[in-house]
């Protein structure tokens, strides 16, 4: 039997593995020679089925931690330091630098994306292409954030100089399913604010970030990015006790952003900015266009197989259509094409983590004892890296399947006759992050919005929910997030306002008048960026 590998087009072959032998710490690419852990891919090279060793990272522990702890906190230097009081137009040089080098490597990253988290051609480009918009669009409204400073305010005779300033040492930790633009929607806006930062990247979809490593190093102060590889409770957990991190940025479970907020010895000090799990509900109502719904709740629930914190993870349907809606749904899952990362037309791919089809299997096991079925035929099927996708019906509150975030390809269905019922469910659920509504009468849906408006952050109509585009707000309520994070409001989740204020009087006056003059301050400036 042939290899595989001939299938696999010869761009996005693994012709040589990338064994991660540097990490970045105050300035300097050091080299490593401790313990690896090697990094598989659940994708097979070979006909025969086998996990791909695409190389290896480095398996840090405290020393390295305080490394790069002691170098941020060294850069930041209690807000003397080069970064944090640098002129905000030469912050914006530095980080239109890294964009540029990092557009470069754009085919690597690309290729890693495929093979690490197992994420079509199509969805890896894209998150490629919109994290640098997103790098872009960050420039462009920190120069408006600015424009907007430049200038003097005065009440009751007293003059304030009003200017966003920076926190101080970020520890940034990203998720695995969006690894390039949900952890760069954290770091990118933590550093131009003039933090500085150290980032362990996640668990999958470490490897992209090494052919970046130079293009940090070469774009920044030293000390400004730190970068360390290893598990979170080795490196991270350390970090967090010696009380010196101002800014804890998390994307992942609201289980290790507690653990990690509890390792804080001061943490009324420590500023959270978190993106958390999420349950996600679309509500069908009667009138609903079946059509349009079933194509938005296939997008929901599917893309990427449900990994997206995003991700439809419970489908309310209406008694009315509930047939109709099992019945069609359930051939448009059983008609998605399953395939690597890079064939035409692929929605479904391998799941990166080895142990997530047995996960899934236990859900489904969980709810069929309890008298949910699965009602597509594909539903279940297990291969080496994959377990098909599973309408189940109906879905009870006693089920796993209910309570927790699946994450992965997994479609708990209930039926209401009364809308109070998935109100209820939402209102007493620990997360509130989006809900996906899908109706036509404007009577029936206007009470519905002003409700769900204040139960989630995003009310999506006859739309699946989603994260984009990055210029709205991206929060939750309850359990699913803290601060807010779009391009806009990034900038403000990673800085504090702070101002220069004095009374109107002629000694003040002048000293002001000579301090614009001279342009020796950074702070204090109405220098405009065009």
């Given at each position: 039997?042939?290899?595989?590998?001939?299938?696999?087009?010869?761009?996005?072959?693994?012709?040589?593995?990338?064994?991660?032998?540097?990490?970045?710490?105050?300035?300097?690419?050091?080299?490593?020679?401790?313990?690896?852990?090697?990094?598989?891919?659940?994708?097979?090279?070979?006909?025969?089925?086998?996990?791909?060793?695409?190389?290896?990272?480095?398996?840090?522990?405290?020393?390295?931690?305080?490394?790069?702890?002691?170098?941020?906190?060294?850069?930041?230097?209690?807000?003397?330091?080069?970064?944090?009081?640098?002129?905000?137009?030469?912050?914006?040089?530095?980080?239109?630098?890294?964009?540029?080098?990092?557009?470069?490597?754009?085919?690597?990253?690309?290729?890693?994306?495929?093979?690490?988290?197992?994420?079509?051609?199509?969805?890896?480009?894209?998150?490629?292409?919109?994290?640098?918009?997103?790098?872009?669009?960050?420039?462009?409204?920190?120069?408006?954030?600015?424009?907007?400073?430049?200038?003097?305010?005065?009440?009751?005779?007293?003059?304030?100089?009003?200017?966003?300033?920076?926190?101080?040492?970020?520890?940034?930790?990203?998720?695995?399913?969006?690894?390039?633009?949900?952890?760069?929607?954290?770091?990118?806006?933590?550093?131009?604010?003039?933090?500085?930062?150290?980032?362990?990247?996640?668990?999958?979809?470490?490897?992209?970030?090494?052919?970046?490593?130079?293009?940090?190093?070469?774009?920044?102060?030293?000390?400004?990015?730190?970068?360390?590889?290893?598990?979170?409770?080795?490196?991270?957990?350390?970090?967090?006790?010696?009380?010196?991190?101002?800014?804890?940025?998390?994307?992942?479970?609201?289980?290790?952003?507690?653990?990690?907020?509890?390792?804080?010895?001061?943490?009324?000090?420590?500023?959270?900015?978190?993106?958390?799990?999420?349950?996600?509900?679309?509500?069908?109502?009667?009138?609903?266009?079946?059509?349009?719904?079933?194509?938005?709740?296939?997008?929901?629930?599917?893309?990427?197989?449900?990994?997206?914190?995003?991700?439809?993870?419970?489908?309310?349907?209406?008694?009315?259509?509930?047939?109709?809606?099992?019945?069609?749904?359930?051939?448009?899952?059983?008609?998605?094409?399953?395939?690597?990362?890079?064939?035409?037309g692929a929605k479904l791919t391998p799941l990166p983590e080895p142990g997530k089809p047995a996960y899934i299997q236990e859900l489904l096991d969980d709810a069929k004892t309890k008298g949910a079925r699965v009602k597509?035929?594909?539903?279940?099927?297990?291969?080496?890296?994959?377990?098909?996708?599973?309408?189940?019906?109906?879905?009870?509150?006693?089920?796993?399947?209910?309570?927790?975030?699946?994450?992965?390809?997994?479609?708990?269905?209930?039926?209401?006759?009364?809308?109070?019922?998935?109100?209820?469910?939402?209102?007493?659920?620990?997360?509130?992050?989006?809900?996906?509504?899908?109706?036509?009468?404007?009577?029936?849906?206007?009470?519905?919005?002003?409700?769900?408006?204040?139960?989630?952050?995003?009310?999506?109509?006859?739309?699946?929910?989603?994260?984009?585009?990055?210029?709205?707000?991206?929060?939750?309520?309850?359990?699913?997030?803290?601060?807010?994070?779009?391009?806009?409001?990034?900038?403000?989740?990673?800085?504090?306002?702070?101002?220069?204020?004095?009374?109107?009087?002629?000694?003040?006056?002048?000293?002001?008048?000579?301090?614009?003059?001279?342009?020796?301050?950074?702070?204090?400036?109405?220098d405009y960026i065009l």
């Open positions: 039997m042939k290899k595989a590998t001939l299938e696999i087009p010869e761009e996005f072959q693994i012709k040589e593995q990338i064994h991660q032998q540097e990490y970045l710490v105050n300035g300097e690419l050091k080299k490593w020679n401790g313990n690896i852990t090697e990094v598989f891919s659940t994708i097979s090279s070979t006909a025969e089925y086998a996990p791909t060793l695409l190389g290896s990272i480095p398996d840090m522990g405290e020393p390295e931690a305080m490394d790069a702890l002691d170098a941020a906190v060294g850069a930041y230097n209690q807000g003397q330091g080069v970064w944090p009081t640098m002129k905000v137009k030469d912050r914006i040089e530095c980080m239109e630098a890294f964009v540029k080098k990092m557009e470069a490597k754009r085919e690597e990253v690309v290729k890693l994306l495929m093979w690490e988290i197992g994420k079509s051609l199509p969805d890896s480009q894209k998150e490629f292409d919109r994290t640098v918009e997103y790098i872009y669009d960050t420039i462009e409204d920190y120069k408006q954030l600015d424009r907007d400073s430049a200038k003097f305010q005065k009440h009751d005779g007293v003059y304030a100089h009003i200017r966003r300033g920076p926190l101080g040492v970020v520890l940034c930790l990203g998720p695995y399913n969006y690894p390039l633009n949900e952890t760069f929607a954290l770091l990118i806006p933590a550093i131009i604010m003039g933090n500085t930062t150290v980032f362990k990247p996640a668990k999958h979809g470490v490897l992209l970030i090494t052919p970046l490593l130079e293009a940090f190093q070469s774009s920044f102060p030293k000390g400004v990015v730190n970068i360390l590889f290893g598990r979170g409770r080795a490196v991270a957990a350390p970090i967090m006790k010696t009380g010196k991190v101002d800014v804890l940025a998390l994307i992942g479970n609201s289980k290790s952003a507690n653990a990690l907020q509890d390792q804080h010895p001061k943490s009324n000090r420590l500023r959270l900015v978190l993106g958390l799990e999420a349950k996600n509900p679309a509500i069908i109502l009667p009138d609903a266009d079946l059509d349009l719904t079933i194509n938005e709740c296939l997008a929901g629930t599917l893309s990427f197989n449900g990994q997206r914190c995003t991700a439809l993870k419970v489908v309310y349907i209406h008694e009315d259509i509930k047939d109709e809606f099992l019945k069609r749904f359930s051939e448009k899952v059983d008609a998605l094409k399953f395939g690597n990362p890079w064939d035409d597509n035929k594909k539903g279940g099927k297990q291969s080496d890296n994959y377990i098909w996708p599973a309408v189940l019906y109906p879905v009870t509150k006693d089920m796993r399947v209910y309570e927790e975030e699946q994450f992965g390809p997994i479609i708990p269905i209930l039926s209401f006759k009364d809308i109070e019922e998935p109100l209820n469910d939402m209102a007493e659920s620990n997360y509130g992050q989006q809900v996906s509504l899908f109706g036509k009468d404007v009577y029936t849906l206007s009470p519905l919005i002003d409700t769900l408006a204040n139960l989630v952050c995003r009310v999506n109509l006859n739309s699946s929910c989603q994260r984009g585009p990055d210029v709205y707000p991206f929060t939750g309520r309850k359990d699913s997030a803290q601060s807010t994070l779009s391009v806009h409001d990034a900038l403000r989740s990673f800085s504090v306002r702070t101002f220069v204020a004095f009374k109107d009087n002629e000694l003040n006056n002048e000293t002001i008048e000579q301090l614009l003059e001279a342009k020796v301050s950074n702070f204090l400036s109405t």
